[in-house]
């Protein structure tokens, strides 16, 4: 079987080299690039492989790789690495194509699930058809606060911000984010966020 390739977009060399060695350790072909323009030069297609892809980078950003990605119509998945607390930023990517998103700093254990589920994942994180249907009967089962906040997750506010825009407490949020992540079955932010994409919910709806 092919071992799936790994692309690593990013301008610091430890983090390069550390993810190299942490994909090597686990039997992938980690294939690293200092730069956007580097990788749009350098890159082939694999049988199998993603890309992990610093979102804030000097010259070209990972935002604006991403569009490039997507009007050379290169469908390789996308795991794109934001600063905490960058979820708008985040946002932007899934909605650019991203795959998935995992905020620095980050555990070797949490980047090697992001990479696991993404070569497992449908080319550039779209869901299967049976999956948007499933999607969208959940986002049809929230009730209209939990649309609300939904609304707002996409747009990337944070919990405080939520609580303001509509006159609640943030530990009312807490519970209602909780209940709203059950209801949609979500493991984690970047989940909730792609199904509700894919079922066409937006932040400006």
């Known amino acids: 079987m092919t071992q799936p390739t790994v692309f690593i977009v990013d301008d610091d060399e430890f983090v390069r080299d550390s993810l190299a060695a942490l994909l090597l350790a686990k039997g992938m072909e980690a294939v690293p690039f200092a730069s956007a323009e580097a990788f749009l030069l350098g890159y082939r297609p694999v049988a199998s492989g993603c890309a992990i892809i610093d979102m804030r980078m000097p010259g070209m950003d990972g935002l604006?790789?991403?569009?490039?990605?997507?009007?050379?119509?290169?469908?390789?998945?996308?795991?794109?690495?934001?600063?905490?607390?960058?979820?708008?930023?985040?946002?932007?990517?899934?909605?650019?194509?991203?795959?998935?998103?995992?905020?620095?700093?980050?555990?070797?254990?949490?980047?090697?699930?992001?990479?696991?589920?993404?070569?497992q994942a449908a080319p550039a994180g779209m869901l299967p058809d049976m999956d948007v249907a499933d999607a969208r009967s959940r986002i049809a089962s929230l009730t209209g606060r939990e649309r609300d906040i939904l609304q707002q997750l996409i747009i990337g506010n944070p919990n405080k911000v939520i609580a303001f825009q509509l006159s609640i407490s943030p530990r009312t949020v807490e519970i209602h984010r909780a209940n709203l992540m059950k209801k949609m079955n979500a493991d984690s932010l970047s989940h909730l966020i792609r199904m509700a994409l894919a079922a066409g919910f937006s932040g400006t709806d």
Request: charged share 20%; glycine share 6%.
């Open 64 to 119: 604006t790789l991403l569009e490039h990605l997507r009007n050379r119509n290169i469908t390789l998945p996308v795991i794109v690495v934001t600063g905490h607390g960058d979820v708008p930023l985040a946002v932007r990517a899934m909605k650019a194509g991203a795959a998935d998103f995992i905020e620095k700093p980050y555990t070797n254990t949490a980047i090697l699930d992001a990479v696991a589920k993404t070569l």
